[in-house]
């Protein structure tokens, strides 16, 4: 009888732990309801949570050619709360994006556009994120770009790196 009872409580535990697995409501719970993947295609490399916010300010994010302080802890710990609480913007999956993985989520707003980031896992480079500007009323797949915003050089500013994954709107 304790066996069936231990069961039943860790069954129920586990299913409620699936929530976790969803995106954090910070904002955006009106409007029309989109369905994004997103997809690493870095041939060595995972993202962090990824942040998706509608009609993001992009200048809370990017200050001249560096970036601000609630992107700077995105970018380099992973923590998309700060920027997401200064933007209001939902939080993507928690935990990594794996190499070649994708994520699909839902995603509620009233804006046109979306932007979405998420860090580069600092396993092999330290400071490196990923971020791409979605056109909402256009379906289809946008490019994931990857961008070093230079600490561990000491330059400070934000470089242009390269593709790093897609992002398809449905």
Known sequence: MKTKVVLVAASAALLSACAYFQP??????????YTVTVKNTLAKERF?????VGDADDGKIWVGKYVSNEAHTQFTTGNPGPLAAKLGGDQGQPGKLGVG????FKFRTTARKARITAMVHPDITPDNYVT?????????????ERFDIGDD?????V?????AGTVTLR
């Open 153 to 157: 050089e000491k330059r400070y500013s």
């Open 132 to 144: 791409a500007l979605v056109d909402l009323n256009a379906r289809g797949t946008t490019t994931l």
């Open 48 to 52: 962090a949570p990824i942040l998706i």
């Open 101 to 104: 993985e994708e994520i699909t």
């Open 24 to 33: 954090e409501k910070v904002g955006q719970a009106e409007g029309r309801e």
């Open 159 to 163: 470089v242009k790196v390269g593709p």
